[in-house]
Nanobody, 115 residues
Framework: QVQLVESGGGLVQPGGSLRLSCAASGSISSILAMHWFRQPPGKQRELVAAIVPGGSTNYADAVKGRYTISKDNAKNTVYLQMNSLKPEDTAVYYC?????????WGQGTQVTVSS
């Protein structure tokens, strides 16, 4: 069973940056898309960014121009570069890989933006 392991979360001041990583423990075939979601305290999980095998990306309006999703196929890893962080970006961030046969989720990593 392939597992997704996230890292890179933590506490950062407003205006700071963090880079999240999500590494798959094995190869995943027939990938349809790779996503980052987040769940702020007391709120529902929301889609933050998506990337497809061809490299096209999409972002939630709230993070456009500040976040960048990317992937390294050789390392089975997807990244989320987060710049100009705001307190409202505070959330548990989850990576997701959707394939033709299954839907994989990471365990989540906490991002806290606070002075």
């Amino acid at each position: 069973q392939v597992q997704l392991v996230e890292s890179g979360g933590g506490l950062v001041q407003p205006g700071g940056s963090l880079r999240l990583s999500c590494a798959a423990s094995g190869s995943i075939s027939s990938i349809l898309a790779m996503h980052w979601f987040r769940q702020p305290p007391g709120k529902q999980r929301e889609l933050v960014a998506a990337i497809v095998p061809g490299g096209s990306t999409n972002y939630a309006d709230a993070v456009k121009g500040r976040y960048t999703i990317s992937k390294d196929n050789a390392k089975n890893t997807v990244y989320l570069q987060m710049n100009s962080l705001k307190p409202e970006d505070t959330a548990v961030y989850y990576c997701n890989i959707m394939s033709g046969v299954s839907n994989y989720w990471g365990q989540g990593t906490q991002v806290t933006v606070s002075s």
